[in-house]
């Protein structure tokens, strides 16, 4: 799951051995993408919510941060519109137009 701050303007996280910082002015576009995950057990099932944020980098680079909740990705894309209001956010007809997708 996704080790993400947000700090001195940067987003900064690490994958595998390597930390990476990206400028949050550098990112265009956030939104959140919800995955329900259902599970059975042998004594019930379990029902959870994977939450991710996914940004679109001015190089069009695109980078995909998964949480092991909805709320914890809401977090991290509430911290990049405070640290970047120019920032477009949400998945919307828009967004997904001007950006290509």
Request: glycine residues 6%; aromatic residues 8%; charged residues 35%.
């Amino acid at each position: 799951m996704a080790k993400v701050i947000v700090a001195d303007g940067k987003l900064i996280y690490r994958k595998l051995m390597k930390i990476f910082e990206i400028p949050v002015t550098e990112i265009l576009w956030a939104y959140l993408q919800q995955e329900d995950v259902s599970a059975k057990m042998c004594c019930g099932s379990f029902h959870s919510e994977i939450g991710r944020v996914i940004i679109l980098e001015r190089d069009g680079k695109k980078e995909s941060f998964q949480f092991e909740s909805m709320q914890e990705a809401r977090e991290l894309l509430e911290q990049l519109k405070k640290a970047n209001p120019d920032m477009k956010i949400g998945y919307t007809k828009e967004n997904k137009e001007r950006f290509g997708i």
